[in-house]
């Protein structure tokens, strides 16, 4: 148990002590961090241990650098208020060996000089804080409020991240890959914040699932979650969906609306797509972030806004600015942090996992137990998912529906998952025939072929829904219609 430092009255020290009877009481309610308090000034020591304590922490004074040794070496500390004496290398030494023991611990170091050399020194080796002497109850406060938010963030954040590593995920993010332990890390820190994110990523790696999880996650997990889809409306209806609209603004508009980013009060808007927005819009957006307040659609008057803003795209937004199709402005203010989401062929690892989890789903549904069987299963592991996670949930989706028993074979696949197997299979060499003169060569079929039939096998799956099969092939939906039209399909 460790004890606390006896007090004084906080007057001994006036600059510390002017307004102690100010002190936040408020913060009874938090959990009480601890505080060591490194100072051979024992008025000093004193003083700050009693302004700690009247702001809700639990405050422990040594009188130096051996003490606080070895009350570290056996205690957890949660802020270290470390005084830097003379040329401050053994209170370096000690901050140096406190973060190599306890890297979450937050040390705030004082000094007494008029330069700051040593404090800058302690900052580099890793202080999250420093005080120059003398200083008043409200700066003392304020950096001791800071340590304490950053301590609660990182403790935070380290328990989503290893919820995030021991639970399979979170939700529906499946993963345990060194690729997705990276993105835990982001994740568990952008979740605690108020940014904006970027999410980056191929089409199918579960951009909007990353989304959800941050704001689940984040502060404000009970206010609103609300994604969009930037390149599933005309420009018009995003204008009035995203900023609202007035009566009387646009035919059909019988009654005044909200738009989404006011609905959204305090919560969480998802743009995904956001490549899609026209630039006229993405002008009116950024405006609307910057000014945090909207002009819905017909009005002359302004509109504030609280929410947080996540975007995702499968686009290259970076290259888009310099073709002057993605404003620069909008793309540095959106793009605050950013997630670059990998595809499936990059973590090849959680291939198994994700198996599990969407069979588990599929065995709640049908009441049975599915399972692959071994070459099915070799060939989704190395099959390279040009659709991402989406085209392997539709895949075993697809290889359920048609199984007739509960063991999942290659032929209940979908067509590019057969053609898969079909074209990378060892091949077994027939000898021809001595007076067959028309196998002089191989049959080969020609790639646009192969290619015409991957897309007609596809929409005739999906019953002509072309987005969706353009998505499942992994080609833009712009190249979808060009090659139907390439067919003479353009209207089907």
């Not at 951009?207 to 889809?229: Q, W």
Request: a neutral charge; glycine letters at 8%.
């Amino acid at each position: 148990m460790l004890s606390t430092a006896p007090m004084m009255n906080i007057s001994a020290y006036p600059q510390i002590g002017e307004h102690a009877a100010q002190g936040n009481l408020a913060q009874g309610n938090r959990a009480r961090m601890s505080v060591l308090v490194v100072d051979e000034d024992a008025a000093v020591r004193d003083a700050c241990c009693e302004i700690a304590e009247k702001h809700g922490f639990l405050p422990h004074g040594v009188p130096g650098i051996t003490a606080a040794r070895e009350l570290l070496r056996g205690n957890s500390i949660d802020i270290v208020l470390l005084d830097l004496k003379g040329s401050a290398s053994s209170g370096l030494e000690l901050l140096d060996e406190v973060k190599t023991l306890h890297p979450e611990t937050a040390i705030i170091v004082m000094t007494a000089y008029a330069t700051v050399t040593s404090a800058v020194e302690a900052m580099r080796t890793g202080a999250t804080d420093y005080l120059t002497k003398p200083f008043a109850l409200d700066e003392l406060a304020t950096v001791l409020e800071r340590a304490s938010e950053r301590r609660t963030l990182d403790l935070a954040s380290r328990r989503l991240r290893e919820k995030l590593r021991t639970q399979q995920g979170l939700g529906n993010i499946i993963g345990r890959s060194a690729e997705m332990d990276k993105i835990y890390r982001i994740l568990s820190k952008v979740a605690f914040t108020s940014h904006p994110v970027l999410i980056l990523g191929e089409s199918g790696t579960g951009k909007e699932l990353i989304a959800r999880s941050i704001h689940v996650n984040g502060p404000n997990a009970t206010k609103p979650f609300i994604p969009v889809d930037c390149s599933s409306l005309v420009p018009t209806l995003v204008e009035s969906e995203l900023f609202g609209y007035v009566k009387g603004a646009f035919t059909g508009a019988n009654r005044s609306k909200d738009g989404l980013l006011v609905s959204a009060e305090g919560g969480t808007v998802f743009l995904d797509e956001i490549g899609e927005l026209p630039l006229d819009l993405q002008a009116k957006l950024l405006r609307a972030l910057q000014e945090k307040e909207v002009r819905p659609v017909g009005a002359t008057h302004r509109v504030p806004i609280n929410v947080r803003i996540l975007a995702a795209t499968n686009r290259n937004l970076s290259e888009m600015v310099e073709q002057g199709r993605f404003r620069k402005d909008l793309y540095y203010r959106l793009n605050v942090v950013n997630l670059r989401l990998p595809s499936l062929r990059q973590r090849r690892d959680d291939i198994p996992l994700l198996i599990a989890h969407f069979l588990e789903r599929k065995n709640r549904e049908y009441g049975k137990n599915f399972r692959v069987s071994d070459e099915m299963l070799r060939v989704l592991m190395d099959y390279e998912w040009p659709g991402n996670v989406r085209e392997l949930e539709h895949t075993l989706d697809r290889a359920c529906a048609y199984c007739s028993g509960t063991v999942l074979q290659l032929g209940d696949a979908s067509s590019p998952i057969i053609n898969y197997y079909s074209n990378t299979r060892p091949k077994i060499a027939t000898p021809p025939l001595l007076n067959d003169t028309s196998l002089a060569g191989p049959a080969i079929t020609p790639l646009a072929e192969l290619e015409k039939q991957a897309i007609l096998k596809a929409l005739k799956e999906l019953q002509g829904d072309k987005l969706a099969a353009a998505k499942l092939l992994g080609i833009g939906k712009t190249t979808m219609y060009r090659k139907l039209k390439e067919y003479g399909l353009g209207e089907a």
